[in-house]
């Protein structure tokens, strides 16, 4: 075997040029593949992060008739007294925070425009909370003895026009069915980087959004987040009650779960016709490499080499342009990767409902990644590599003898 490398080795340097551009074509298509999956994979983990973080946490739990799509503020569809189920919950040692959170439609009025929002009433002194507290960009976050104030997003501001300091009107419904208007002061406004998310959400202090929402005592979910996201089965055990429900963020995230296995599937296929294509270059060069060593496999031929022996060189200068391919193509792949994790690509705003999307795509990538497309670029070009070597192995050595004169 070492002497069948050693040959082939010799064999390809007859023409470095044109082995040289074999692998890099490989590599090229390698690294293009590891930054793809790369930014596959971080998009994805930002995306459930961030739906964990900003919208349903690892888990929630409901009354038994809560709908979250009809954002009801029926009492029956409400858990009482959150607070104290909130401290029983956190009490848990998996429990990171567990914090109540109201829910209710409004309009947002400054002079003509006027912004359909979400209005989300919160415990400010909850760690859940840290995103929006981190992210106030202007002026200053909530305090839970708050009456007349809110927090916006920076997407909201600027679409209105709107400062820290403004003033503002607020059209929420009630759980009797009416509007509740009020005159509320800008305390501050916060970027999560998610400008959809932005765009839509206004917190103002638990207590003041069950005043307003006459849901006195009552809160739309308990708000869970835990140390550990493998620790979500056995707080579900836990807190298993016929009096709530209670929802795991896969439940809650199925349409970012249901997408992340979708694109699973189909980024091996695409991974396969990627290489395929680039493995063609390598096989061009060993069917060129066939026809211009025609005499000489005639020879070898004509001097007891038998057609095993030949496919299996033709092999091991598949593999030695392979493994060049390979390393080039992780070394160029690594640097495309190391930016991307760093720097991103910025892509805007997609305005995308239900999947939170960063205005920029961030690359992360697991060895698990690296193996398998090692592994698969090793095996398609070989599987391409055995044309030429039937071909070469196929020849007859009297033809070969006098087609290489």
Same mark, same amino acid.
């Given at each position: 075997?070492?002497?069948?490398?050693?040959?082939?080795?010799?064999?390809? !340097?007859?023409?470095?040029?044109? +082995? %040289?551009? @074999?692998? /890099?074509? &490989?590599?090229? =298509?390698?690294?293009?593949? *590891?930054?793809?999956?790369?930014?596959?994979?971080?998009?994805?983990?930002?995306?459930?992060?961030?739906?964990?973080?900003?919208?349903?946490?690892?888990?929630?739990?409901?009354?038994?008739?809560?709908?979250?799509?009809?954002?009801?503020?029926?009492?029956?569809?409400?858990?009482?007294?959150?607070?104290?189920?909130?401290?029983?919950?956190?009490?848990?040692?998996?429990?990171?925070?567990?914090?109540?959170?109201?829910?209710?439609?409004?309009?947002?009025?400054?002079?003509?425009?006027?912004?359909?929002?979400?209005?989300?009433?919160?415990?400010?002194?909850?760690?859940?909370?840290?995103?929006?507290?981190?992210?106030?960009?202007?002026?200053?976050?909530?305090?839970?003895?708050?009456?007349? !104030?809110?927090?916006?997003?920076? +997407? %909201?501001? @600027?679409? /209105?026009? &709107?400062?820290? =300091?403004?003033?503002?009107? *607020?059209?929420?419904?009630?759980?009797?069915?009416?509007?509740?208007?009020?005159?509320?002061?800008?305390?501050?406004?916060?970027?999560?980087?998610?400008?959809?998310?932005?765009?839509?959400?206004?917190?103002?202090?638990?207590?003041?959004?069950?005043?307003?929402?006459?849901?006195?005592?009552?809160?739309?979910?308990?708000?869970?987040?835990?140390?550990?996201?493998?620790?979500?089965?056995?707080?579900?055990?836990?807190?298993?009650?016929?009096?709530?429900?209670?929802?795991?963020?896969?439940?809650?995230?199925?349409?970012?779960?249901?997408?992340?296995?979708?694109?699973?599937?189909?980024?091996?296929?695409?991974?396969?016709?990627?290489?395929?294509?680039?493995?063609?270059?390598?096989?061009?060069?060993?069917?060129?490499?066939?026809?211009?060593?025609?005499?000489?496999?005639?020879?070898?031929?004509?001097?007891?080499?038998?057609?095993?022996?030949?496919?299996?060189?033709?092999?091991?200068?598949?593999?030695?342009?392979?493994?060049?391919?390979?390393?080039?193509?992780?070394?160029?792949?690594?640097?495309?990767?190391?930016?991307?994790?760093?720097?991103?690509?910025?892509?805007?705003?997609?305005?995308?409902?239900?999947?939170?999307?960063?205005?920029?795509?961030?690359?992360?990538?697991?060895?698990?990644?690296?193996?398998?497309?090692?592994?698969?670029?090793?095996?398609?070009?070989?599987?391409?590599?055995?044309?030429?070597?039937?071909?070469?192995?196929?020849?007859?050595?009297?033809?070969?003898?006098?087609?290489?004169?």
């Amino acid at each position: 075997m070492l002497h069948l490398l050693r040959m082939a080795y010799r064999n390809l !340097g007859r023409n470095r040029r044109r +082995s %040289l551009f @074999s692998a /890099l074509a &490989l590599g090229l =298509g390698l690294a293009l593949l *590891l930054l793809m999956a790369s930014v596959v994979r971080g998009e994805y983990r930002d995306a459930m992060l961030a739906s964990i973080t900003l919208q349903t946490g690892h888990l929630q739990v409901r009354a038994q008739s809560y709908d979250e799509d009809k954002t009801s503020l029926a009492w029956e569809d409400l858990v009482e007294n959150p607070e104290r189920i909130a401290t029983q919950i956190a009490s848990l040692p998996p429990v990171k925070a567990a914090t109540p959170r109201l829910f209710a439609s409004g309009i947002l009025v400054k002079g003509d425009e006027t912004a359909g929002v979400r209005i989300i009433g919160i415990d400010p002194l909850s760690e859940a909370n840290a995103p929006y507290r981190e992210g106030v960009i202007e002026g200053e976050f909530l305090t839970p003895e708050d009456r007349e !104030g809110i927090l916006i997003g920076h +997407s %909201l501001a @600027s679409k /209105l026009n &709107l400062k820290a =300091g403004d003033q503002v009107h *607020l059209m929420v419904n009630t759980s009797d069915g009416e509007v509740n208007e009020q005159l509320f002061t800008l305390r501050g406004i916060y970027a999560t980087q998610f400008p959809s998310y932005d765009e839509v959400h206004v917190f103002m202090p638990l207590a003041k959004a069950q005043a307003i929402t006459l849901t006195e005592n009552h809160a739309s979910i308990i708000f869970v987040l835990l140390h550990d996201q493998e620790q979500t089965q056995a707080v579900v055990d836990a807190l298993q009650t016929s009096q709530y429900q209670v929802k795991t963020w896969e439940e809650m995230n199925l349409l970012l779960v249901q997408t992340e296995q979708f694109s699973r599937a189909y980024m091996v296929l695409f991974y396969l016709i990627v290489l395929a294509i680039t493995a063609t270059v390598i096989v061009n060069t060993l069917v060129m490499a066939v026809f211009e060593r025609t005499r000489e496999i005639g020879i070898l031929s004509a001097l007891g080499m038998r057609g095993t022996r030949v496919i299996a060189l033709f092999f091991a200068e598949s593999s030695l342009l392979t493994l060049g391919g390979i390393v080039l193509g992780l070394v160029i792949g690594g640097i495309a990767v190391a930016y991307a994790a760093k720097y991103g690509f910025y892509i805007g705003d997609f305005g995308t409902t239900g999947i939170l999307i960063r205005e920029r795509l961030y690359g992360y990538l697991i060895p698990s990644d690296v193996i398998t497309l090692t592994i698969i670029a090793f095996i398609v070009t070989l599987l391409g590599s055995l044309y030429p070597a039937l071909l070469a192995a196929r020849l007859d050595p009297v033809e070969a003898l006098r087609g290489g004169k």
